[in-house]
C-alpha cells in the first residue's frame, strides 16, 4: 500500500527564509519551535552521572521514572490517580503521535480525529496506519460513525488555547459513551500565561488526567507530554504517555517488539527533570519576557492575537492571506509559519515563535515598531 504524504510544510518557505536571510541584520526566524537556551545543568549533570549505561534499557522506562512522572501529574497537574504501571516513556512526543494509530492496530476504515487547526503529524499519523485522518471543528460533526481515536491538543499548538475543565469533561463523557479512545497532546501545560497560573496555589492548564475532568476514571484516556520545551531538551528526546494502563500496556508490548526504547541516560535525566520544578519555573520567566516583548510591537504594527493564552506561539493574523504575512515579514528579515501549515482553518494566520534569543528577539520588535 502506498503511502500518501503531504509534503513537508516547512519545506516550502525556502523562498521566504532566503529573502529574509537578505537583511543586513541578519534573521530573525521566529518559524520554528525550538529551544535556544541551554539544557539546566541539574539536567545535563544527570545525563553525566548516567553516561555508564551497558545494557539495554527498559521499554516500559525503569519504576522510579515511571513513579517520578505519576508524582509530577499529582502535584503539577491534578491528576492524583495515575498508576505508574500506566506511564511510558517515549523517544519525543512526536513519535508518539505519529505513531500511536499505528500501535493501536487502527487501519483502513478507522477514523483518526484532530482539531481542525492542528499540529501536522496528527494527519500523517492516520495516513502511516492506513487510516482516514479527520480533522473536525467540534463533536456534534459526527452522527452514528464516531473516530477510533480522538486527538485533543491543550494548550494548542499553533493557537495556544487552553481547553477548561468544563469542556475536556464533557469530551471525556462523550469519549465513554461511544467507546472512543482520547489522546491529548498536553506538552505546553506548563508555559501557560493566564494569570496566576502554575504559581503555588494555582494548577497549569487542566489535563486530560485531571481529577476534575475524568473523576480518576483513566480508561479510555491517555495524555501525552514533552519536556523539550519546559526544560529545553529537545536534543534528548524526552518524552512520555500515562493514563489507561491497559493501554499503556499494549503499547508496551508493541513497541518491544519494534525497539522502540528511551536511551537508559535519557530515562534518568527525565526522572529528574520531572522531580525538579525550579528549572522550569526559571525558563517560564525567561519566555515570559520574550513574549513581554514581541506581543505588544506585533500588536503596535497592526497584528491581532487570537488565543495565545500558553505555549511558545502567538498566534497573529492581519486579517488576510498567510502567505501575503509571511512575505512581508521576510521583507523585514522575519521569518515565521504560515497559518495553512496547519490546516484550512489557519489560512489567516501565522505562528510566531518565542523561541529565539533575547538579542534576536528586539532584532524583531525593533524592525516591526520602525516601519
Not at 505519576?70 to 500506566?86: E, H, I, K, L, Q
Not at 489567516?348 to 515563535?353: E, L, P, Q, S
Given at each position: 500500500m502506498a503511502l500518501h504524504l503531504p509534503d513537508f510544510p516547512w519545506d516550502s518557505l525556502a523562498a521566504a527564509k532566503a529573502k529574509a536571510q537578505e537583511h543586513p541584520d541578519g534573521i530573525v526566524d521566529l518559524s520554528v519551535g525550538t529551544p535556544v537556551d541551554p539544557t539546566p545543568r541539574v539536567l545535563q549533570e544527570a545525563l553525566a552521572e548516567a553516561a555508564d549505561a551497558h545494557g539495554y534499557p527498559q521499554v516500559w522506562g525503569t519504576p522510579p521514572l515511571?513513579?517520578?512522572?505519576?508524582?509530577?501529574?499529582?502535584?503539577?497537574?491534578?491528576?492524583?490517580?495515575?498508576?505508574?504501571?500506566?506511564?511510558?516513556?517515549?523517544?519525543?512526543?512526536?513519535?508518539?503521535?505519529?505513531?500511536?494509530?499505528?500501535?493501536l492496530g487502527l487501519g483502513p476504515g478507522d477514523v483518526v480525529a484532530f482539531p481542525e487547526v492542528a499540529y501536522p503529524t496528527y494527519d500523517v499519523g492516520a495516513r502511516l496506519a492506513g487510516a482516514t485522518p479527520r480533522p473536525m471543528r467540534n463533536l456534534t460533526e459526527f452522527g452514528p460513525e464516531v473516530p477510533k481515536l480522538l486527538w485533543l491538543n491543550s494548550p494548542g499548538n499553533p493557537t495556544g488555547q487552553v481547553l477548561p475543565v468544563e469542556h475536556l469533561a464533557k469530551v471525556v463523557s462523550w469519549a465513554r459513551e461511544r467507546g472512543v479512545i482520547v489522546a491529548s497532546d498536553e506538552c505546553y501545560a506548563e508555559l501557560d500565561w493566564r494569570e496566576g497560573a502554575g504559581s503555588p496555589g494555582n494548577l497549569t492548564a487542566p489535563s486530560i488526567l485531571d481529577d476534575r475532568v475524568c473523576g480518576g476514571d483513566h480508561s479510555g484516556l491517555l495524555s501525552v507530554y514533552s519536556l523539550s520545551k519546559q526544560?529545553?531538551?529537545?536534543?534528548?528526546?524526552?518524552?512520555?504517555?500515562?493514563?489507561?494502563?491497559?493501554?499503556?500496556?499494549?503499547?508496551?508490548?508493541?513497541?518491544?517488539?519494534?525497539?522502540?526504547?528511551?536511551?537508559?541516560?535519557?530515562?534518568?535525566?527525565?526522572?529528574?527533570?520531572?522531580?525538579?520544578?525550579?528549572?522550569?519555573?526559571?525558563?517560564?520567566?525567561?519566555?515570559?519576557?520574550?513574549?513581554?516583548?514581541?506581543?505588544?510591537?506585533?500588536?503596535?504594527?497592526?497584528?491581532?492575537?487570537?488565543?495565545?493564552?500558553?505555549?511558545?506561539?502567538?498566534?497573529?493574523?492581519?486579517?488576510?492571506?498567510?502567505?501575503?504575512?509571511?512575505?512581508?515579514?521576510?521583507?523585514?528579515?522575519?521569518?515565521?509559519?504560515?497559518?495553512?501549515?496547519?490546516?484550512?482553518?489557519?489560512?489567516?494566520?501565522?505562528?510566531?515563535?518565542?523561541?529565539?534569543?533575547?538579542?534576536?528577539?528586539?532584532a524583531a520588535v525593533t524592525r516591526l515598531t520602525t516601519l
Open positions: 515511571r513513579e517520578a512522572i505519576a508524582g509530577w501529574y499529582a502535584r503539577r497537574r491534578n491528576a492524583t490517580g495515575v498508576n505508574p504501571d500506566g506511564v511510558l516513556p517515549t523517544i519525543g512526543s512526536k513519535e508518539l503521535v505519529a505513531w500511536l494509530p499505528t500501535l526544560s529545553n531538551l529537545a536534543g534528548y528526546r524526552a518524552s512520555f504517555v500515562a493514563g489507561d494502563p491497559a493501554i499503556v500496556g499494549r503499547l508496551v508490548e508493541v513497541r518491544k517488539h519494534a525497539g522502540m526504547i528511551v536511551p537508559r541516560p535519557v530515562q534518568r535525566v527525565l526522572e529528574v527533570a520531572v522531580g525538579d520544578d525550579e528549572h522550569v519555573a526559571a525558563q517560564k520567566k525567561v519566555y515570559a519576557a520574550r513574549r513581554a516583548m514581541l506581543r505588544p510591537a506585533l500588536e503596535k504594527a497592526g497584528w491581532r492575537i487570537d488565543h495565545s493564552d500558553a505555549g511558545l506561539y502567538l498566534w497573529a493574523t492581519q486579517g488576510r492571506p498567510c502567505r501575503e504575512s509571511v512575505a512581508d515579514l521576510a521583507e523585514l528579515g522575519i521569518i515565521v509559519a504560515p497559518g495553512d501549515f496547519y490546516g484550512r482553518a489557519g489560512e489567516a494566520h501565522v505562528r510566531i515563535a518565542l523561541t529565539a534569543t533575547d538579542e534576536r528577539i528586539q
